[in-house]
């Protein structure tokens, strides 16, 4: 089982940046892949990066691609989101979460993190 704790959200203009932290506790974050996901208000849980438990492959959604930045600190047992050139569009609660090897779903989530972009 892993803990995990979003932090580094806030407000910020538009075509700026900011970089969110998951840090993870109980089992090591690199037994996981992990991810980020967003929700907007009134909006569904989206998806937005992933990075690989193995290899550190990334994959992002269309909208961030380009934009966003997944990685992972296995030694500090954290994954970081970093989000250039942010749109109001991506204003959000952002939240890492955590799936299992051999599992299909993220089975371990975060509080989530509240990332607003302002004109």
């Known amino acids: 089982q892993v803990q995990l704790v979003e932090s580094g959200g806030g407000l910020v203009q538009t075509t700026g940046s900011l970089r969110l932290s998951c840090a993870a506790s109980?089992?090591?974050?690199?037994?996981?892949?992990m991810g980020w996901f967003r929700q907007a208000p009134g909006k569904e849980r989206e998806f937005v990066a992933a990075?690989?438990?193995?290899?550190?492959?990334?994959n992002y959604a269309a909208s961030v691609k380009g934009r966003f930045t997944i990685s992972r600190d296995n030694a500090e047992n954290t994954v970081y989101l970093q989000m250039n050139s942010l749109k109001i569009e991506d204003t959000a609660v952002y939240y890492c979460?955590?799936?299992?090897?051999?599992?299909?779903?993220?089975?371990?989530w975060g509080q989530g993190t509240q990332v607003t972009v302002s004109s």
């Open positions: 109980g089992r090591p974050s690199s037994t996981y892949t």
């Open positions: 979460a955590a799936r299992p090897l051999f599992s299909d779903r993220y089975t371990y």
């Open positions: 990075i690989s438990r193995s290899d550190s492959t990334t």
